[in-house]
């Protein structure tokens, strides 16, 4: 589902506006007492620096009704564009998808376990379970009046899925019939297809204006295949010979490392695509839209309920482009909320959309979400009353959170549907060696990782889907072993570490991540006699590294798209944005492949037990440990519940100033 970012920075760097919520500083005051008897160095330190910052910050802007820690700076508000658990949660408060995930996993549900209606107020299944209609609500519109029809979803998927948006998470639009085709541009045209030719965009038109379509009948390509080697594709001109009209056009789609250079008797243009109205998605009306799978998926509507399939507004994107579409001045959404500012390196205001169709039911004027990136300015954060929520308490306080007596009544852990591992660059020397990325993962002590640097309830993890997936039991990657590492070390060519390169270990910024990174060096150097490196980067820039594949072991955590082995396991087929490890298997994705149009609950689950079996044995991955959830929540706030996927909608939440009780978040946890 989301990248897991919890990312930290130097206490120094830390730019945050705080304040006291006059409505509650009695409670604060207990929590805060309660919590210095937890740490009285890391007060005794810290709070006078919160305070003060309070103190001198305090009359600038009025409080939120709602304020929570985001943990760090999100990279865009743009669904399209994300893959992350920060921007995750600003977008699903400022859009909406056909459905809505539900937060309360202990509650029946309208429409299936896990789905409420969002902008479809119903839909209908086809009793082949590949083709959804939906009927959109008459009363929805955007954030600026618009109506809200059919015709949004549509163009919101088209550009979601157009190679020209290089969506990290278009995979997910490939579950439609022929959306794989669309988003890999010309890469699996044959002749005889029909597409379209999108030419180069007109002056004036903005980066994210679709320009001028031609649509036409593809006769050929030239070559037929590209190299597979990035660097070979780019020395290569691909030629398209489409019937248009009846008469043959050559089309060459740019290439920004050979210029502005077409060759003579073609026509430049901008992609070459199957015709998208191949793409099983189509508009009956302004109310009913038409979803057609490739094959039954179970976890459809759940995708449709994450914020990457949410809808934007084409009025907006295409006169504004990009990025300022998103700029708070700009942007025009359909959720409960709209952004009313955004401080870099501080907070963003969301307040309550006027708009909404459901505006009724919206409990919260005002939600700020701050971005504080170190944990016990957090803490401090929250014990002063200044914000409502924080996802992780410093580590050296889970131990003394959790065997609290009488227990905490703000806080209780939870098991997610989420894995924190480390990523293997294949590609970097003797990373490429099987035996080697094995021996890094033997040499390995989780159970002291655990009991040393995360200090909290995790479990070692012995696989990469993590325990509680319905109907799944994955295979067990091999026991930590550090003599038989030693053995492969040398099997591969490195006895005792000799000769063996500098190894660099990238992460987020973050006390967590670094005391794990720190942990990892001193035991394979120890066990191992290799030398390693730590680099620690700010959020953005840290996925910008994965993404490029420009480091040799790079942090990851993960969380469940969907309740289904599938959300985990297809991270790994080659062609996933999210693989960043330049690891491929064939048999691998033959069987990813082959899962999806296996109706047989039975053998699905065999199937994908055998491509994790494969994952396991490659190891481009280092899987740690399974999460946790450690949110610290005021028993205040209402409608905040424990669930697997750690999913927590602001739409949902409200503040109960008379309760003294314990949240709901409470009620339905177990200890």
């Given amino acids: 589902m989301w990248l897991l970012s919890t990312a930290r920075c130097s206490h120094k760097t830390v730019q945050c506006v705080s304040y006291q919520n006059p409505a509650r500083p009695a409670a604060d005051l207990y929590f805060a007492m309660k919590l210095r008897k937890l740490a009285p160095a890391i007060v005794a330190v810290a709070l006078p620096v919160a305070l003060l910052a309070w103190t001198i910050s305090a009359s600038r802007l009025p409080p939120a009704d709602f304020t929570f820690n985001n943990f760090t700076e999100i990279k865009t508000v743009d669904p399209a564009l994300v893959s992350g658990q920060p921007e995750g949660r600003v977008i699903n408060a400022l859009f909406e998808g056909l459905v809505r995930l539900s937060p309360d996993e202990r509650l029946p549900v309208t429409g299936g376990p896990d789905q409420w209606p969002g902008v479809a107020e119903r839909w209908e299944l086809s009793e082949d379970g590949r083709t959804y209609t939906f009927y959109l609500r008459k009363e929805a519109c955007w954030s600026n009046g618009d109506p809200l029809t059919a015709e949004d979803y549509h163009y919101s998927m088209r550009r979601f899925l157009s190679p020209l948006t ?11 019939k022929n959306g794989k085709k669309y988003n890999s541009g010309g890469t699996y045209l044959e002749p005889g297809d029909a597409v379209e030719v999108e030419l180069n965009l007109e002056p004036g038109q903005t980066n994210t204006c679709i320009g001028k379509l031609i649509e036409g009948k593809l006769l050929r390509k030239d070559p037929v295949t590209m190299p597979e080697d990035q660097e070979e594709r780019d020395k290569v001109t691909q030629k398209f010979y489409v019937e248009v009209d009846g008469r043959e056009r050559c089309f060459v789609a740019a290439n920004p490392n050979q210029g502005d250079t077409v060759p003579e008797g073609a026509e430049a243009c901008r992609v070459v695509t ?99 990136e170190n944990e016990t300015t957090s803490l401090n954060m929250y014990m002063l009353g200044d914000v409502d929520w924080i996802e992780q308490p410093p580590n050296n306080l889970l131990r003394e959170l959790i065997e609290s007596d009488p227990p ?43 009991r040393t640097a995360v200090r909290g309830p995790q479990k070692p993890a012995h696989s990469l889907v993590p325990p509680g997936v319905v109907g799944y039991t994955s295979p067990h990657m091999p026991t930590p072993d550090a003599e038989r590492a030693r053995q492969l070390m040398a099997d591969a060519g490195f006895p005792g570490g000799s000769g063996f390169q500098n190894l660099t270990i990238l992460y987020n910024t973050n006390d967590s991540h670094e005391a794990i990174a720190e942990l990892m060096r001193k035991q394979w150097q120890e066990e191992l006699g290799i030398n390693v490196t730590l680099r620690n980067m700010a959020w953005a820039a840290y996925q910008d590294k994965l993404r490029l594949t420009e480091y040799d072991v790079g942090r990851q955590g993960w969380i469940a798209d969907y309740n289904d082995a599938n959300t985990f396991l297809d991270l790994f087929v080659s062609d ?93 946890a177990p200890r």
């Fill in 166 to 176: 290089a969506a990290e998470y278009a995979k997910q639009g490939w579950y439609l």
């Fill in 408 to 450: 905490r009544d703000d806080f209780n852990p939870a098991p997610q549907l989420a894995i924190y591992m480390y990523k293997l660059n294949v590609a970097r020397g003797a990373l490429a060696d099987k035996r080697v990325r094995l021996a890094l993962s033997l040499s390995l002590d989780r159970e002291e990782i655990i």
């Fill in 576 to 668: 996933n944005e999210n693989n960043q490890t330049n690891w491929a298997n064939d048999r691998y994705d033959e069987l990813i492949k082959q899962a999806e149009s296996e109706p047989n609950p039975q053998r699905r689950n065999e199937i994908l037990q055998e491509a994790e079996a494969i994952v396991l044995d490659e190891m481009p991955i280092i899987p740690l440990y399974y999460y946790y959830s450690r949110n610290m929540v005021k028993p205040h706030v209402r409608g905040f519940y424990n669930n697997s996927q750690d999913f927590h909608p602001l739409h949902a939440i409200w503040i109960d100033h008379e309760s003294g009780g314990l949240n709901e978040y409470m009620r339905g």
């Fill in 274 to 372: 199957l015709d998208f109205d191949e793409v099983g998605i189509r508009v009956i009306d302004d109310h009913t839209l038409v979803t057609e799978l490739d094959n039954p998926t179970p976890f459809w509507l759940q995708l449709l309920g994450f914020y990457p399939l949410f809808p934007v507004h084409r009025g907006c994107v295409e006169e504004f482009g990009a990025p300022a579409w998103t700029r708070p001045e700009n942007i025009v959404s359909n959720g409960p909320f709209r952004i009313e500012f955004r401080r870099p390196r501080d907070r963003i205001r969301l307040v309550k959309n006027e708009k909404y169709w459901n505006k009724e039911n919206i409990r919260l004027n005002t939600i700020d979400a701050v971005a504080v």
